[in-house]
Structure formats: structure tokens, C-alpha cells
């Protein structure tokens, strides 16, 4: 091949980010075509990136916590009812 003139472009070696924008152009397209395909491509388009998964993790680890300590908070406020008290139950009826 000839060295590039001063008229012609020179072509640079593809960045990462053309390949994010293939992705999103190619999940539009699908998208436009059919919702539950371009759903599956938006979603695989969407856990291919890192930033993405890390944001999926670190969500599902605090719903995960949050949902132990719902649970736990539910599980005491029961046993705070359910445990018997000192004395014995007073009587509501009259004469008794």
C-alpha cells in the first residue's frame, strides 16, 4: 500500500466506544421491530458494559440487605407481641 497523501483521510484503529454505539444503534433497530426481542437485546446490550453490571450488583446487594432487615424488624415486632407479660391478663368483663 502507498503512503496516505495530503487529500486522503487517514483511518484510525477503532475505539471501544464505537462498539457501545453499535450496541445501542443495534438495540433501537430491534427494538422498532419487535418489543420483546429488543428488549433482549437492550438487556444484553446493557449487561455487557461494566459500569452497568457493577450498578446491577451493588442494587441487588442492598436489596438483598434490605430485605433481611425488613424481616428482622418484622420477626421482632411479632415476638414483642406474641411474648406473654408479667402478670396474668385482666378480665374485661364486670363482676368477674
Not at 500500500?1 to 484503529?13: D, F, G, Y
Not at 475505539?15 to 433482549?40: C, D
Not at 446490550?45 to 424481616?71: F, M, Y
Amino acid at each position: 500500500m502507498s503512503e496516505p497523501t495530503q487529500n486522503e483521510p487517514i483511518e484510525s484503529a477503532p475505539t471501544a466506544h464505537s462498539h457501545t454505539e453499535l450496541k445501542v444503534a443495534a438495540a433501537a433497530l430491534a427494538a422498532a421491530a419487535s418489543p420483546p426481542l429488543g428488549i433482549a437485546v437492550a438487556a444484553g446490550a446493557a449487561l455487557s458494559s461494566p459500569n452497568i453490571r457493577d450498578a446491577l450488583r451493588r442494587g441487588t446487594v442492598k436489596a438483598v440487605a434490605g430485605a433481611i432487615q425488613a424481616t428482622d424488624q418484622l420477626t421482632a415486632a411479632v415476638a414483642r407481641r406474641v411474648t406473654p407479660t408479667d402478670g396474668p391478663p385482666e378480665s374485661s368483663e364486670p363482676g368477674a
